[in-house]
């Protein structure tokens, strides 16, 4: 009997009172509402809305220097004046606000692309077989963030072509996104809000690829090297702006031939295809006219990159998701 039930025959009475005490009280807070009822996965809809919703909020403090990396791409005249020199001649000119032209285009243009490409990089990932640490290679990081941008760029081309128009428009008013979508669908029909398609899947694909496979890459190597966690903040930045260098360098190219193909006059077609295009950039300009601008793409890349993913973890810590 004693070496059934050693407690009941060796242990006091006031000895047991603290097992009881803690027992009960680790019962209690094991059927707390918060430890019982487990957060559901969020949905694919909510992740998606997570991933718009971080990109509304920073492209609203970006939008200058896409404005001013985009004059540089289509104009040697800007190409010259620098970053600086853009700006300066965009606020005496046209005033401080036309830095934010095509600003409500370009919410369109995060809410449908950005939204996609970001939100449906997880479970992209799940779909290339990356389910444990050893199965998800850096390969497998960027077919997922490769795919996820295709299906992005395909419902934010539109916007994308209406946002490059409005930016580049130069004189004292600002452009109307209403008036700016008639004219194009006047001159070229529905087509034309789908101008430099081919040019903006090959350049989504190539920098949401590079974006989310180095970000996810260099957040292991930021957590190996100064044993932060990966969701820390620290560690988000820095894997950020790694990944927003990386960006820069393959994507510029893509960007450049996007810009001219999208930014050609309404009634007039300059440029076949992106293929057209880029050779005749190589041709007419040289090779080194890709990567004109880099500097204010850079600029641009690198706080779009860490705000879009510093708001877009801390929206999935809210719900209840792990780290990227």
Same mark, same amino acid.
């Given at each position: 009997?004693?070496?059934? @039930? +050693? ?11 603290? &097992? ?21 996965? #969020? ?24 404005? %001013?990396?985009? *004059? ?13 020199? /853009?700006?300066?001649? %965009? ?5 401080? &606000? ?24 997880? +479970? ?8 444990? #640490?050893? /199965?998800? &290679? ?5 077919? =997922? ?16 072509? $209406? ?14 996104? /209403? ?10 029909? %529905?087509?034309? @809000? ?12 190539? $920098?949401?690829?590079?974006?989310? =496979? ?35 360098? /393959?994507?510029? #190219? ?5 810009? *001219? ?6 009634? =007039? ?11 005749? %950039? ?7 006219? @890709?990567? *004109? ?9 690198? +706080?779009?990159?860490? $705000? ?17």
């Amino acid at each position: 009997l004693i070496s059934c @039930f +050693p407690r009941c025959s060796l242990t006091k009475p006031e000895q047991q009172q603290p &097992t009881i005490i803690k027992i009960t009280m680790s019962l209690s807070k094991s059927q707390s509402p918060s430890m019982l009822a487990t957060s559901a996965a #969020p949905s694919l809809l909510q992740q998606v809305g997570m991933a718009g919703g971080a990109a509304v909020i920073t492209v609203s403090f970006i939008h200058p220097i896409d404005v %001013i990396k985009t *004059r540089i791409q289509v104009s040697p005249e800007y190409g010259k004046l620098g970053m600086g020199g /853009t700006a300066g001649k %965009i606020v005496s000119s046209e005033g401080f &606000t036309a830095l934010w032209n095509g600003v409500n285009a370009a919410w369109l243009r995060e809410a449908s692309y950005t939204s996609l490409r970001l939100g449906l990089y997880e +479970p992209c990932k799940v779909a290339f077989g990356c389910t444990t #640490p050893e /199965t998800t &290679t850096f390969l497998k990081k960027f077919a =997922a963030g490769s795919a996820a941008g295709a299906l992005g760029s395909l419902a934010g081309n539109p916007f994308d072509v $209406l946002k490059t128009k409005m930016m580049t428009a130069e004189g004292s008013g600002t452009p109307s996104i /209403t008036k700016t979508a008639l004219d194009l669908f006047k001159n070229q029909g %529905i087509g034309g @809000f789908y101008r430099g398609i081919d040019s903006n899947i090959m350049r989504a694909m190539v $920098l949401n690829g590079t974006k989310m =496979a180095c970000y996810d890459q260099a957040k292991g190597f930021v957590v190996q090297v100064t044993g932060f966690e990966r969701k820390s903040l620290v560690t988000t930045f820095f894997s950020a702006v790694t990944a927003g260098f990386f960006m820069t360098c /393959t994507v510029a #190219p893509f960007d450049m031939v996007r810009t *001219r193909l999208m930014n050609q006059p309404a009634d =007039a077609k300059i440029y076949s295809n992106a293929f057209d295009c880029a050779m005749k %950039i190589a041709t007419n300009e040289g090779p080194l006219t @890709f990567w *004109r601008g880099f500097f204010p793409i850079w600029s641009r890349f690198a +706080p779009t990159t860490t $705000l879009q993913l510093v708001i877009f973890e801390t929206l999935r810590s809210v719900m209840g998701m792990e780290s990227l």
